[in-house]
């Protein structure tokens, strides 16, 4: 009952993203063939025995020949030289396409090295968890998630609506967003409190040895949840924020006036100020309740 | 086979914390009579339809007479007129304890009005949820969480123990500390996490409305998580800042400083800074998860 929507699809980098999506692929027979390009043996040896592709290669000309969709999945810094390399080797009618967290500089750093004849279609999956790698992933991670396009303008319909219908069949829902909106929605959703994760795990990194440890001991107050999110991938989230600079400082100068209103009325015992924004807080986490986004993935390792 | 620990329990104030453990008290019939004194009728009637206790009482004094242990579990800014109110009728050789999550400010307000012959016992439970309510609790909120107890100087040793062999019963682990030193652990794991929570979904709720409605739809880039821990209870976690209030300050003192070093180097370009902080950060996880304390408390509903 294989219902193939492309001959051969390419990965490009082949990590929690790109596996999860791979696996969807497999399990429901989308490609007659799949092939992964991996710079590390490791993630190639990985990338076969869980049975993800067909082929694997660290020649990224050889991995995109006659793919009629390529999906990069390296971190973002990566993406101009990648596609440099893979121009002149993209059969025409070909699809490129990506899953980065960031879009204005993704479409900078890309359309130039795509050929005229090929498209070009820019993705966002809003799904992930803390893990990286191959093993990483999982075929349910995007179901109930959005996946957001952000198509560059001329781009042709149907290879858009040909990416479109890959996503759905990972049970995601597509919604079209201007690049630079992207960039500022993400900024505030999954940017900034990432870094806030990883600034406040930080700062308890740099405390002395014997607090440290009790950091770590009494993480259930509260703390575990920010390691978790500081567990991401470092090279991938470097990227983001190299790439999304101006709208997650915007975001974080708007946070750090808040957090010095929150600090100020610590200092001044104003009680009344800190009880209205959490009551105010508590119906927001309401809204994503109703908005069924209040779940976490479940990886089936129950990790 | 019920092993009577203590013949009467008394807890002022029954929400998500008192719940669980009166939940573990009936469950192992830890208590030969349990009461629950509240201040809202929906509360002392859920408290009695979820059979967590014998009796209900909006009657302080009433509710604590005859009680061989009496457990503060309102908001802390409470306890001190609370525990004003109890003095009078508590029972020679009584044990106060207490579920709050400052220790220092707690011990000021309550041992002045502790009788003597009266013991009290401060205490500290790091587990929880961010839902409120008697029937946000469950009998295995505590299992395999650090139970933390700060003894006043000259407290009876004896009553310390048996406060501490009802914790042991819910599965948790005793740690004895100095409440000053709890108060500056607790500032680092829980409550500048909170803070920081409440602060970036404020910040959120500010924005204009078209914006607000992505950010609640896009939630699973990482929001998520802190719409959960910024929707805990309003009341509780303004009297933890205004009551842990030094400790709380240095704490995001020193965040704050770390924020604006990542704010530069994202303005800089520093993509090695950047990199360096994201990989020490992911060590701590792995320190989290060998101290088992990684994984979030599951209750049976599923929520």
Not at 29 to 34: D, H, N, Q, T
Not at 53 to 75: F, R, S
Not at 226 to 232: C, D, G
Not at 268 to 283: A, H, P
């Amino acid at each position: 009952m294989a219902d193939v929507l492309f001959k051969k699809i390419s990965f490009i980098g082949i990590g929690l993203i790109g596996s999860s999506l791979a696996r969807v692929i497999r399990r429901d027979g989308l490609a007659k063939e799949v092939v992964a390009c991996a710079r590390t043996e490791e993630t190639r040896k990985k990338a076969l025995d869980l049975n993800l592709v067909d082929n694997v290669t660290d020649n990224i000309a050889l991995a995109v020949k006659d793919a009629e969709l390529v999906i990069l999945c390296t971190p973002i810094g990566a993406y101009e030289a990648v596609t440099k390399n893979m121009s002149g080797s993209l059969k025409p009618g070909a699809i490129v396409s990506d899953v980065g967290s960031v879009k204005r500089a993704v479409i900078e750093a890309v359309a130039k090295n795509i050929p005229k004849g090929v498209h070009f279609v820019p993705c966002h999956p809003i799904a992930g968890t803390e893990n990286s790698g191959p093993d990483a992933g999982f075929d349910t991670l995007f179901e109930d998630r959005w996946m957001i396009i952000t198509p560059v303008k001329g781009t042709d319909e149907t290879a858009i609506e040909r990416v479109a219908e890959l996503w759905r069949r990972t049970g995601s829902n597509i919604e079209y967003m201007d690049p630079d909106h992207h960039d500022q929605v993400l900024a505030i959703t999954s940017h900034v409190p990432h870094l806030i994760a990883y600034t406040i795990v930080g700062t308890a990194t740099d405390l002395e040895e014997r607090l440290r440890s009790e950091v770590i001991k009494f993480a259930a107050g509260g703390f575990r949840d920010f390691t978790r999110i500081a567990a991401s991938d470092p090279i991938m989230w470097r990227d983001i924020f190299l790439n999304n600079k101006d709208a997650v400082l915007e975001m974080l100068g708007r946070l750090t006036e808040d957090l010095g209103g929150l600090q100020r009325a610590i200092r001044n015992g104003d009680g009344d100020s800190l009880q209205s924004l959490f009551v105010r807080t508590r119906e927001i986490r309401r809204s994503v309740i109703e908005a069924g986004q209040h779940i976490p993935p479940k990886p089936p390792n129950g990790a």
